[in-house]
């Protein structure tokens, strides 16, 4: 059983890597190199690139905060220290390929609070699709200020049918959770014993990993916190516009953030070299942005973010005494963890 899970997971990263590779030589298949030189030559990032920075990592603080919340029914977490589980899962997907980072995140998490990693693991993916839902909806806003183009219609059906059939399921838990808990029950009730006790107790720890979104006040204040981290990430993008000579316009630095974390959700490289550049690209260019200057704009952004959250990383694993060994294996146990988890 391990072996095969290796095997998978080194086919995902080989899988990531390619999608990754093939999307950064489409990025600069047609792109004037000496005008991008020329181009981040010539940017003036004092003091742009400073807020811009600033603004990114303020919005992890508020990820740390959403954090906090979503497991405050059961653990007493610290701002810090949540925002430094959320932060150490953004830079290990900086590190390894096909977001590794999501389970890594998942079993700090567990670690640090004591919570079953079903339970975490069920938390991280919830912040991930009200994510997608927020950057959905930023989109879909954006639309009536800037023209969209055929592409972002498709991106935006397609995200539509995915978080809409992942809310299905949320929601379906969150109003009848013992209904869900049975279901379960009924369905493993033909395997082993200890594989039927195993199912129970992972559909639980599940159930109580959305239980912060029960009550509608509750629902209401995640959904405002998850809509400030993405405004504070926009302002990561709108922050380096002058430092290229593009308008400060917050709809383009919305359309731009929201095609470019939609089009990284498929895993890929590390840091997502080659999708982010691809697809930030695009969005400015549909905005009229020279493709020279829009591709150096998409250099420095991010390098804005891919800098400052892997140092801070690096520092958290040295913090806790972690190596990178070891957060990969509490990555892997995670994993093995999600199938069979023990009561």
Request: hydrophobic letters at 55%; proline letters at 4%.
């Amino acid at each position: 059983m391990g072996k095969s899970r290796l095997i998978h997971n080194r086919w995902l990263a080989i899988l990531g890597a390619v999608i990754g590779v093939g999307l950064l030589c489409v990025a600069g298949r047609n792109v004037h190199w000496r005008e991008v030189r020329e181009a981040l030559a010539g940017a003036r990032l004092f003091p742009w690139l400073l807020f811009a920075v600033a603004f990114y990592l303020a919005g992890h603080v508020v990820r740390g905060l959403r954090t906090q919340r979503l497991v405050s029914r059961d653990a007493d977490l610290t701002l810090a220290t949540a925002t430094n589980v959320v932060v150490l899962g953004y830079a290990v997907n900086n590190i390894l390929p096909a977001r590794l980072g999501e389970i890594a995140r998942a079993g700090m998490l567990a670690e640090r609070t004591g919570l079953p990693v079903a339970q975490t693991l069920t938390v991280t993916l919830l912040e991930r699709i009200l994510d997608g839902w927020v950057l959905f909806l930023l989109l879909a806003l954006t639309s009536f200020a800037v023209p969209m183009q055929g592409w972002m219609h498709e991106i935006m059906r397609i995200a539509a049918i995915v978080f809409f059939l992942a809310t299905t399921g949320i929601v379906t838990v969150l109003v009848a959770p013992n209904s869900f808990i049975g279901f379960v029950s009924r369905h493993a009730s033909r395997l082993p014993d200890n594989w039927h006790d195993r199912a129970i107790h992972t559909a639980i720890h599940v159930a109580q990993g959305l239980a912060y979104l029960r009550r509608p006040s509750q629902a209401a204040r995640i959904l405002g916190l998850s809509t400030i981290v993405w405004l504070f990430e926009s302002c990561l993008f709108l922050m380096l516009f002058p430092a290229f000579h593009i308008p400060m316009h917050l709809s383009w630095a919305i359309l731009a953030l929201t095609v470019t974390n939609l089009g990284i959700l498929i895993p890929s490289t590390p840091g997502f070299i080659g999708p982010f550049h691809h697809f930030c690209k695009i969005a400015l260019m549909a905005v009229g942005v020279a493709e020279a200057t829009a591709f150096s704009c998409a250099i420095m952004i991010h390098l804005a973010f891919f800098i400052p959250i892997t140092l801070w990383g690096v520092g958290i694993i040295m913090w806790y005494g972690l190596e990178l060994g070891s957060t990969i294996a509490m990555a892997q146990s995670a994993k093995q963890l999600t199938v069979a988890e023990r009561p």
